[in-house]
């Protein structure tokens, strides 16, 4: 039976590697003004120091969402995430966030940090939902083309017990 406004099923989370590099790339493109292109995130997914989680749909195993961060001993820093434009705002980003953090403490990662554009309001609620707090600001940080540059906020997440 054909349904034209069924919703799509929840997509599957689980860990990427360097296979995923092209479908990174072309997310973080239209999510990005300046992107990685397909060699940084093969570089990036090689890494053994690296922890990356993808959000592969059911329905064709293609990549919709993608967070990857760098950790050393018992810390960490999400490096990106991105989520393509058709799973936005429909919890996709919130599930694989909260994915990503179970693989970070269970790597032994005890506090997190990010960036983010002070800008971007919807990505900073995700955050804060999940318990990150500001602890610097980084002036003009994003280039923004011929937009004056935006600041950085610096957050951290302690995952003893968040997770």
């Not at 993608?66 to 990106?80: M, P, W, Y």
Request: neutral net charge.
């Amino acid at each position: 039976m054909f349904r034209p406004f069924a919703k799509a099923p929840a997509p599957a989370y689980r860990p990427i590697g360097p296979e995923r590099c092209v479908e990174c790339a072309l997310i973080h493109a239209a999510s990005f003004a300046h992107p990685w292109n397909e060699a940084d995130f093969e570089r990036l997914l090689t890494g053994p120091e690296v922890v990356s989680d993808g959000a592969i749909e059911i329905r064709d195993e293609t990549l919709s969402g993608f967070v990857v961060s760098r950790a050393a001993f018992d810390e960490a820093e999400i490096l990106t995430i991105a989520v393509i434009a058709e799973r936005r705002r429909c919890g996709v980003g919130a599930t694989l966030l909260a994915t990503h953090l179970s693989s970070l403490a269970a790597r032994g990662v005890r506090r997190l940090f990010l960036e983010v554009d002070t800008e971007n309001i919807a990505a900073r609620a995700l955050y804060a939902g999940r318990g990150f707090y500001q602890v610097a600001e980084r002036k003009a940080y994003y280039r923004k083309g011929d937009l004056p540059p935006a600041s950085a906020l610096v957050m951290r997440l302690d995952l003893g017990g968040q997770v």
